[in-house]
């Protein structure tokens, strides 16, 4: 006997210190902890969100991307498959003397997308950038510098392209 999609186990991972607002929908296998999500966002499958990570209402976060601490999203955010985000210029896994490093021994470099922005699939968010309100970002990007609002950029590393016409805006 087959057993409906519904009644399936999702294989969630949310911490209790996640804050969901109201009607949040999450596909399966997302891990999240330390994070807040708003109202009628949907999080796709195999997506992480950390702590100290802070998304919008009415965004749509796609399968497979990785949001780590120090991450802020702002309402009605598109962010697409495999989307990854940095926040650390200079990452190590060991100090001078080969001692494994803590949480204690580097600083949360935070970035942050303004409202309505769309990231495209594949792309890469490194730290402490902007993502300007109502910008596209290009699918495999690599965003290194801020993104001013209402452009699109794409490339690696990113760079203009255009402005984005607002929605219902005629060519």
């Not at 807040?36 to 009415?58: M, S, Y």
């Not at 796609?62 to 498959?81: A, P, Q, R």
Request: aromatic share 6%; proline share 4%; hydrophobic share 40%.
């Amino acid at each position: 006997m087959t057993t409906p999609i519904s009644e399936m186990p999702s294989y969630n991972r949310v911490a209790s210190d996640v804050t969901l607002g109201n009607d949040v929908r999450l596909f399966g296998f997302v891990n999240l902890y330390g994070c807040t999500i708003g109202d009628e966002t949907k999080v796709g499958a195999f997506v992480e969100i950390q702590k100290n990570c802070h998304i919008g209402a009415h965004c749509k976060i796609s399968s497979h991307s990785f949001l780590c601490e120090g991450v802020t999203i702002e309402d009605e955010v598109f962010v697409g498959h495999g989307v990854m985000f940095t926040n650390d210029l200079d990452p190590r896994a060991a100090s001078e003397n080969g001692g494994l490093l803590t949480e204690a021994d580097w600083t949360v470099i935070p970035t942050r997308v303004r409202k309505g922005a769309s990231i495209g699939s594949g792309a890469i968010i490194i730290a402490g950038v902007t993502i300007g309100e109502g910008a596209l970002v290009g699918a495999g990007a690599v965003v290194t510098k801020d993104v001013a609002p209402g452009v699109i950029v794409a490339g690696v590393p990113a760079r203009l392209l255009r402005s984005r016409k607002a929605l219902g805006e005629e060519e």
